[in-house]
């Protein structure tokens, strides 16, 4: 069988083929050439078109990664970028722990076997985020892992800084599309997150939350116990 199922004829599989072998070739040469300077790299590393990978030394993956077309990934970080195996990062995603312009160096990103990001993500981990194994990021998911300061009416917002958090999700989770995760909040594993939800507090495992604020819906199993 071939990489590609469902196509009526030999004649249009053998095209899907070939297109595939054009796309992914150019991505291994470049992924071969960035290799040699990731703090680890084990398996292929495959790099799209206009990406902006910074901060190699900090960045490390333990199996197949994919980096998808203009993708920007801000490597310098305390406990860095730590990727698993089979794990792909959408075209346009972001990931951003720290400032291109110096300051105070964010903590880092650590993601599991077989999770991916779609299309426009933002993954902004100047505070800790740790994703499981078998996580889903559909287009436009936000994480964002700090909040701006603005107790002191008179002061500007942007000069009281900012507070640093954490995001923690577990395995097996499904984030729909432009769905926005707030500092603080952990994901239980199992869960299923609303398209366009707003979390601001914890889910627990085997839930199915949505809204803004999310709430939990119901949960996939009867005892709640998604394993």
């Not at 195996?85 to 792909?88: A, E, F, P, T, Y």
């Not at 995603?93 to 105070?104: A, C, E, K, M, N």
């Not at 436009?140 to 994480?143: K, R, S, Y």
């Not at 707003?198 to 914890?202: G, L, M, R, Y």
């Given at each position: 069988?071939g990489?590609?199922?469902?196509?009526?004829?030999?004649?249009d599989?053998?095209?899907?083929e070939?297109?595939?072998?054009?796309?992914?070739?150019?991505?291994?040469?470049?992924?071969?050439v960035?290799?040699p300077f990731?703090?680890?790299?084990?398996g292929?590393?495959?790099?799209?078109?206009?990406?902006?990978?910074?901060?190699?030394?900090?960045l490390?993956?333990t199996?197949?990664?994919?980096?998808?077309?203009?993708?920007?990934?801000q490597?310098?970080?305390?406990?860095g970028?730590?990727f698993g195996?089979?794990?792909?990062i959408?075209a346009r995603?972001?990931?951003?722990?720290?400032?291109?312009?110096?300051?105070?160096v964010?903590?880092?990103?650590?993601?599991g076997d077989?999770?991916?990001?779609?299309?426009?993500c933002f993954?902004?981990c100047?505070?800790?985020?740790?994703?499981?194994?078998d996580?889903m990021?559909?287009p436009?998911?936000?994480?964002q892992?700090?909040?701006?300061r603005f107790?002191?009416s008179?002061?500007s917002?942007k000069?009281?800084g900012v507070?640093?958090?954490?995001?923690?999700?577990?395995?097996d989770?499904?984030?729909?599309?432009?769905?926005i995760?707030?500092?603080?909040?952990?994901?239980g594993s199992?869960?299923v997150?609303g398209?366009?939800s707003?979390?601001?507090?914890?889910v627990p495992d085997?839930?199915?939350?949505a809204?803004?604020?999310a709430?939990?819906i119901r949960?996939?199993?009867?005892?709640g116990?998604?394993?």
């Open positions: 069988m990489r590609f199922s469902g196509l009526s004829s030999v004649r599989a053998r095209a899907a070939v297109g595939f072998v054009l796309r992914v070739v150019p991505m291994l040469l470049r992924g071969l960035r290799k990731l703090r680890a790299s084990t292929p590393l495959f790099i799209g078109r206009r990406t902006r990978v910074s901060g190699l030394r900090f490390s993956h199996g197949r990664l994919v980096i998808e077309d203009g993708v920007e990934l490597g310098t970080s305390r406990d970028l730590r195996s089979d794990v792909s959408g995603t972001v990931v951003r722990p720290s400032s291109y312009y110096g300051g105070d964010g903590e880092g990103l650590s993601v077989r999770s991916s990001f779609a299309t426009g993954i902004g100047s505070g800790t985020i740790t994703i499981g194994a996580v990021c559909g436009g998911v936000q994480l892992s700090e909040n701006h107790d002191d008179a002061a917002i000069s009281q507070e640093r958090s954490f995001i923690t999700i577990g395995d989770v499904w984030i729909g599309a432009n769905a995760i707030t500092a603080g909040v952990t994901i199992g869960v997150i398209a366009g707003v979390v601001t507090k914890d085997g839930a199915i939350a809204g803004a604020p709430r939990v949960m996939r199993t009867a005892a116990d998604a394993r």
